[in-house]
């Protein structure tokens, strides 16, 4: 896995200058070209060095950025969108520099269908934002990838989270798009209809393009109720294979689990530090049910005799919305708290998912990798659906421990792989993970790509350089 994101040639100087002419004409002191908020644009927590864009147009409606794509386009300039920078393989790089089109004053909720159980909101809205303003309605938004992203920038990168074993994924949540094309017109991929036969399925196609198709400009996602009741609870285990099988025959019993963390025993000490815990420091699963009263009760009666089973011990569970609170904010810091265990080393967290019954298997060899190449990293994974991630902790001033760690890293993918498991569940690929995409769908594929590609994009002005190797 490299760790140098290649630059792109760019556009001739005097074009670019012509360029930035006209977007100060068009968005006066919204575009910015100052040295310190282009930076900010590029901001990356890989360890994919920063490539900044010439300029930044701060967009506040769909007029806005198909008024920047017509002048960006005839001069081939390049465009990436942006919402809050938290994406993790360098998505928002600039590496043949261009505009950063960045949404985040496009943060309104538009329309609320409670009958429907949808909404219509605009690109820059984070989740946190947007179920503030769902809240009184008895509505929420699950996908809970844990940084508050915007659900702009979720769709594009197909995120997913904490909840994703009971609410499914970014692909599994929208329901239309409003997409601002290269030519500068509006694509619309669906209607509100929960199901439709009528033609391609474009909805799917832009979510998890990652910006390279087009830029999404409105977005009508699913909502669920509020549960009447919830709990979370907690559960110790010997081993990860002991907490991956009590997993397995929770979801094979029917438990409808709302949320299923794994945490490795060097996770779980880094999060009893950071956020003040006293949790066992041994392999922790931490559950969340959802229903009524009755349902939560039973679910979690159910899921601790399934963990007795397994050889869990240490069951605790808790409907004190404040122990919740507690508990999974300090699954949420899980990356602050293992970037805490070493201060000074660089983190590097990536992601890999694999079928949920080859899930132990590919933990348990990737702790044997890491142990046997002297190399330190927690483990948190959703092992509902296979998905985790490793929080590498590199001195990126030892340069043989920065070989082992690229070794490591390029094993870890490869390894998932070979388990008929993904480079990414839920990161997606950016710069950071091109070379591994050809290896996993095909040659074939990867054309089929570069042809949609090409007839959506054909001057390759929506973020350049990602996704898809070098033709």
Request: with cysteine.
């Amino acid at each position: 896995m490299g760790r140098f994101a290649a630059d792109l040639p760019r556009i001739d100087a005097k074009v670019l200058n012509g360029t930035l002419e006209a977007l100060a004409a068009r968005f006066g002191n919204r575009l910015v070209t100052s040295q310190a908020v282009r930076e900010q644009h590029a901001h990356t927590t890989s360890w994919l060095p920063r490539q900044p864009p010439d300029g930044v147009v701060f967009v506040q409606n769909v007029a806005d950025i198909q008024d920047a794509v017509r002048i960006c386009a005839p001069r081939k300039l390049p465009l990436i969108a942006y919402g809050t920078g938290t994406s993790l393989e360098g998505q928002v790089n600039a590496p043949a520099g261009g505009i950063a089109i960045d949404t985040r004053d496009m943060n309104r909720l538009l329309a609320v269908h409670a009958e429907d159980l949808d909404c219509v909101i605009e690109p820059g809205i984070t989740r946190k934002l947007l179920n503030e303003q769902l809240r009184d309605q008895g509505l929420f938004f699950p996908i809970d990838p844990g940084a508050d992203a915007s659900i702009g920038g979720m769709a594009a990168t197909r995120a997913s989270g904490t909840n994703a074993v009971r609410y499914g994924t970014m692909r599994d949540n929208v329901l239309a798009l409003k997409v601002v094309r290269a030519d500068g017109e509006i694509i619309n991929t669906a209607t509100r209809a929960k199901k439709s036969s009528a033609g391609y399925d474009l909805t799917r196609l832009f979510v998890g393009s990652e910006g390279t198709l087009g830029i999404i400009a409105e977005l009508t996602i699913r909502l669920h109720g509020i549960p009447e009741t919830i709990a979370a609870a907690s559960c110790s285990f010997p081993t990860v294979d002991e907490a991956c099988q009590a997993t397995i025959l929770a979801i094979q019993t029917g438990i409808p689990l709302a949320r299923i963390e794994l945490l490795d025993e060097m996770q779980v000490r880094a999060c009893n530090a950071y956020s003040k815990l006293s949790l066992p420091e041994t392999t922790l699963l931490l559950l969340e049910f959802h229903g009524t009263e009755a349902d939560v009760a039973g679910q979690s009666e159910r899921f601790g005799e399934i963990a007795k089973e397994c050889g869990g011990g240490n069951f605790e569970w808790t409907m004190r919305p404040e122990d919740r609170t507690r508990l999974w904010q300090a699954r949420h810091d899980a990356y602050w708290a293992a970037r805490a265990l070493r201060p000074g080393a660089e983190p590097v967290t990536t992601d890999v998912c694999v079928p949920i019954s080859r899930l132990a298997e590919c933990v348990t060899e990737t702790q044997r990798d890491l142990r046997e190449n002297r190399l330190v990293s927690a483990i948190v994974g959703h092992v509902g659906d296979g998905n985790f991630h490793t929080v590498l902790l590199c001195d990126m001033n030892d340069a043989d421990e920065v070989r082992r760690a690229e070794g490591y890293l390029d094993r870890l993918v490869k390894r998932a792989q070979a388990m008929d498991g993904t480079c990414t569940g839920e990161h997606g690929i950016g710069q950071g993970k091109q070379e591994y995409v050809a290896g996993e769908l095909g040659d074939e594929a990867i054309e089929t790509m570069r042809l949609v590609k090409r007839a959506l994009d054909p001057d390759n002005i929506f973020n350049p350089g990602k996704i898809l190797p070098a033709d």
